[in-house]
């Protein structure tokens, strides 16, 4: 197994969670929290700043990697690390495999633990809150 390898098993899980967080349903689910806290505010705290903001979305990316990672097994990580990177990781020794798993799913997670990623869903978040607080009023 080569650098060259390694480096295209970390742009894959890069490229595959900028995919997943910018895809319809992990939108929608997020979404969705805003709306469950606008509707039962004595259960969750309301957004109306960006410190507030970026607190749901810490919270939001790390219940969603929770559940992400949860809910895949090592077949399911080699499948998304061939399509995203088409190496077959399946036909390399398990030491060399794990290496590869684990370069695609570090940056992974490096991508959601980013000031820019939640950043960047903090400003969806409180857009979102001040939208629906708009409509309460």
């Known amino acids: 197994m080569s650098a060259r390898e390694i480096a295209k098993a970390k742009k894959a899980g890069k490229e595959w969670i900028n995919s997943e ?28 700043d960006k410190k507030t903001a970026l607190q ?27 399509q995203w990177s088409g190496i077959a990781a399946h036909d390399y020794p398990k030491d060399e495999r794990t290496a590869l798993l684990q370069a695609m799913t570090g940056a992974a997670r490096d991508v959601l633990e980013q000031k820019t990623t939640q950043s960047w869903l903090a400003d969806e978040v409180l857009h979102w809150s001040l939208e629906a607080a708009k409509r309460k009023a």
Not at 21 to 48: G, N
Not at 65 to 82: A, M, N
């Open 21 to 48: 967080i910018t895809s319809d349903a992990f939108l929608s689910y997020a979404f969705d929290q805003v709306m469950e806290a606008e509707k039962a505010p004595d259960k969750h705290w309301l957004v109306r």
């Open 56 to 82: 749901a979305a810490k919270n939001m990316i790390q219940n969603y990697r929770y559940e992400l990672w949860r809910g895949l097994d090592e077949g399911d990580l080699l499948h998304i690390l061939k």
